[in-house]
């Protein structure tokens, strides 16, 4: 059973920047791919980035250019950083581990979930 531990989650001003960490327990977390999900208020849970165990990257075309997904093995930790947030970025996010390696872009590919941490991006 792996755990997934989120923070960094806050309120800022659009345009504004956030990094949001992601810790695994477990000895095997260089093996996962990791994702980033968030679910907005009355919308479905939908993939923001991931990252496979070979450090392929994958992007929503909402948030391409503007966020990046990295990870730090030694650390058992995922990063998001969110650059040059809009309002519409406001939501839970969630990080995901998938014990096939690679590269996944739905919900159900997942296999382990974190709690979820909060972004709200004012106006």
């Known amino acids: 059973q792996v755990q997934l531990v989120e923070s960094g989650g806050g309120l800022v001003q659009a345009g504004g920047s956030l990094t949001l960490s992601c810790v695994a327990s477990g000895r095997t977390f260089s093996t996962y791919a990791m994702g980033w999900f968030r679910q907005a208020p009355g919308k479905e849970r939908e993939v923001v980035a991931a990252?496979?165990?070979?450090?392929?990257?994958y992007y929503a075309d909402s948030v391409k250019g503007r966020f990046i997904i990295f990870r730090d093995n030694a650390k058992n930790t995922v990063y998001l950083q969110l650059n040059s947030l809009k309002p519409e970025d406001t939501a839970v996010y969630y990080c995901?581990?998938?014990?096939?390696?690679?590269?996944?872009?739905?919900?159900?590919?997942?296999?382990?979930w974190g709690q979820g941490t909060q972004v709200t991006v004012s106006s």
């Open positions: 995901a581990a998938r014990v096939n390696g690679g590269l996944g872009y739905e919900n159900r590919e997942y296999d382990y």
């Open positions: 990252i496979s165990s070979g450090r392929n990257r």
